[in-house]
């Protein structure tokens, strides 16, 4: 009973375009192009020469993709080689030297195309070779009448003497006539393919293989197809041309597909082709196949299953039989090509091996690949080779999982949550981070900051550093995304840049602030920029509470020292004097008292004596020279009046006793009467001090903070009506009265 072959076409999908063949419903042959994933092998490229490399005895030209393709020298063309083996590579091409040829394999993973010099072009009855002029016939016509037929056909043609034929397998019972069309079609191409070639500028495509429906048309199609369906119009009339020019008497095998439902649906394959993606196939008794694919090696495991028998050999046997029809026709359908290493179930007897041997090898002869196939030995295993005819459907349209890697196994939550860890160790353990932001899986980040939550707050307090996990949902389960900023790179808010000063100015000086006198601390330690540095007070490292500490009470204590010495008349003056001023010339008459406190009352009084009462108004030399003051003598009573404690007067009560300095204090005498009578003017303020301790006492504490008396005659004169500052037994009273009143 012959079995019914159908051809199915289905290219309604702008995208892709899909051929089938079915033999009575079942697939068979099964092919897939997508537009953008054109295949190369096939087409014609002006290329040029990159690098000759001598070890390999082999060439990489550059021919327009994306990398560079592999020309090994038994593939250079007939006129350069000669026979291909004397001849060395680097004798026939030089570097940027331009040349044709054609691509055998398409690029695969990291491996670049496979090119040829010795073009060769296909159709539907013959092959011709150009530049090899050497006439053949397929090894797929095995018959000796058949061979001897078609190499007398040959004779008759009219065939260039530059060019060689082959017969192709789909000659059988092809009339001279179609020869000579098919020939004639060929060495048009051909000629129109050298004109292509002369005129290209650069590298780049010079001829282009015919789609994936003319090419399975041209290949495949046979005598005994009884229908072939093709469910687009335009593909259907490229069909029409292409039957018309080389196979009219074919024609009526064509039809358009016009159903509402999908064609691949209504033949039930899709069902089918999905099975063909898989990595487990199953077989009719109950066993399956397992197929793993690398880049060069395919295993292929035969496992029992639910297979049933009389027996352990009789249940392999029945299995392995399966086996070898199904592994035959997956090879054809994937195009698994290279190192194929096949287990059967091991058996005992050697008619059953030598009965899957041969069963494998009748499957094999309806694949046109060209392939080895060994024998089963002694472990059970059976090793083949194929060619490759065109890529794999897995490397057409499937790529390598993200999460596997493609290997077909994840790493566990626990797992994977204890590597994140790790590699943040290793990420903070290089130092300077100041900051890490982590993506992860929405399940991978939750386990991270559940379990290892420990864990991160360790590695965040020792390393300084900040971790932050986040979930994305755009990230693979797996995969991980760092982002890592370094701690120089965090902004810090820098301090406004102070303006240049010269070094030694007073600005650079540190000083102690809050009282009359600002004192630096270099002073305070009694050191001075115009000596010479000692090297010993430099590396004396001191603290510099202290020394404000220090200085504030050395200035206490000079402060009370010139008080003591301030003869009382004075103040009484100043007390008296400062009761008529006002509130806001304070700060002022303060400043004078102290640069006059500074410039020697004793001094000016002496002066007064001696000169009759009146002085002339001083220069501003003189005056700068009376300026320093005069240290006072060392009496027993200055002795005393030091041991004394004197705390400070509080302003407060100063200003609290205007109304009895007034009754107490007589009022300042005209200028004109203290100058008719000189004399006359100590006594009251001497019997005032005396007699009222009470009133004179916060007439000294607001006299303290005043400023000095005006530098008016009178004042002068009554200056040197004072009494000289010798008189020990009132400075004495007089500070212990102030005592009694505090």
């Keep these: 009973m012959n079995s019914k072959k159908t051809m199915l076409i289905n290219a309604t999908d702008p995208e892709e375009i899909r051929v089938a063949t079915l033999i009575d419903g079942v697939l068979f042959d099964y092919d897939v192009e997508f537009l953008h994933n054109e295949k190369i092998k096939g087409n014609l490229y002006k290329a040029k020469v990159v690098r000759v490399d001598t070890s390999l005895q082999a060439a990489f030209v550059h021919f327009g993709g994306q990398k560079n393709g592999f020309l090994p020298l038994g593939e250079l063309p007939r006129d350069l080689s000669g026979d291909g083996r004397r001849a060395r590579i680097q004798d026939v091409l030089q570097r940027d030297q331009e040349i044709l040829v054609q691509a055998v394999r398409e690029e695969l993973g990291s491996k670049g195309a496979m090119m040829t010099g010795q073009v060769s072009l296909a159709g539907r009855y013959l092959v011709i070779t150009p530049g090899n002029p050497v006439n053949g016939i397929s090894r797929k016509i095995e018959a000796t009448e058949e061979r001897r037929h078609f190499k007398q056909l040959i004779d008759t043609l009219d065939i260039p003497e530059d060019i060689g034929v082959i017969v192709r397998t789909a000659s059988l019972g092809v009339t001279k006539e179609d020869f000579e069309r098919d020939l004639e079609y060929l060495l048009d191409t051909y000629k129109e393919v050298l004109s292509r070639y002369k005129h290209r500028h650069g590298v780049g495509l010079v001829w282009q293989e015919d789609d994936v429906v003319t090419r399975t048309l041209r290949d495949t199609f046979s005598a005994d197809v009884e229908e072939v369906q093709i469910d687009d119009l335009d593909t259907f009339h490229a069909a029409q041309s292409f039957f018309k020019r080389t196979m009219p008497q074919h024609l009526d095998v064509l039809k358009h597909y016009t159903g509402k439902k999908p064609l691949f649906s209504r033949h039930q394959l899709e069902e089918q082709i999905d099975r063909v993606y898989g990595r487990k196939v199953g077989l009719p008794s109950g066993g399956a196949l397992v197929l793993d694919q690398t880049e060069a090696l395919v295993a292929i495991d035969v496992n029992s299953g639910k297979t049933s028998g009389d027996g352990v050999e009789d249940m392999a046997f029945k299995t392995n039989m399966e086996a070898a029809e199904e592994v035959a026709r997956q090879l054809r359908l994937r195009d698994l090509a290279g190192l194929i290493a096949i287990d059967f179930i091991d058996m005992k007897r050697d008619t059953h091996i030598r009965a899957v041997q041969d069963r494998l090898v009748d499957c094999l002869k309806a694949d046109k690949a060209r392939m080895e196939v060994g024998k089963i030995n002694r472990f059970g295993v059976l090793v083949m080779t194929r060619q490759r005819i065109r890529p794999s459907l897995q490397h057409v349209n499937h790529e390598s999982c993200p999460a596997c890697a493609g290997t077909g196994k994840v790493k566990t939550i626990e797992a994977m949550a204890l590597s994140v860890v790790r590699k943040l160790h290793g990420i903070l353990a290089k130092g300077g981070i100041g900051e890490i932001r982590v993506k992860l899986a929405p399940a991978i980040a939750t386990a991270v900051l559940n379990q290892k939550r420990r864990e991160l707050t360790q590695m965040e307090e020792e390393s300084e550093a900040k971790i932050s996990i986040q979930a994305d949902w755009s990230m693979s389960y797996g995969e991980m995304s760092a982002e890592i900023e370094r701690s120089e790179e965090v902004p810090v808010e820098k301090p406004a840049p102070r303006p240049h000063r010269e070094k030694g100015a007073p600005e650079d000086e540190t000083v102690v602030l809050g009282g009359d006198s600002p004192i630096s601390f270099d002073k305070a330690l009694g050191v001075h920029g115009d000596g010479p540095k000692d090297a010993k ?144 003017a100590p006594a009251p303020q001497v019997a005032a001090v005396v007699e009222a301790p009470v009133a004179e006492a916060p007439e000294k504490k607001k006299a303290a903070p005043k400023a000095k008396a005006p530098k008016t005659p009178a004042v002068k004169k009554a200056k040197a009506e004072k009494p000289a500052p010798e008189e020990a037994p009132k400075v004495k009273a007089t500070r212990a009265k102030k005592a009694k009143v505090e």
């Design 537 to 680: 007070k430099e590396a004396f490292k001191y603290d510099r509470r202290d020394l404000q500490r220090a200085a504030l009470d050395e200035r206490e204590r000079l402060r009370a020292l010139f008080e003591s010495a301030k003869p009382e008349d004075d103040e009484s003056e100043e007390g008296a004097e400062e009761a008529g001023e006002d509130v806001k010339g304070e700060g002022a008459k303060r400043k004078r008292r102290r640069r006059r406190r500074k410039g020697g009352a004793d001094r000016g009084a002496e002066a007064q004596v001696q000169t009759g009462g009146l002085e002339p108004r001083p220069e501003p030399n003189q005056r700068a020279v009376e300026s320093q003051p005069e240290p006072p003598k060392a009496t027993p009573d200055l002795v005393a009046s030091l041991l004394t404690p004197n705390p400070r007067p509080k302003f407060g009560q100063a200003q609290a006793a205007p109304a009895v300095e007034e009754v107490s204090k007589p009022k300042r005498t005209p200028r004109a009467k203290v100058a008719s009578a000189p004399e006359a």
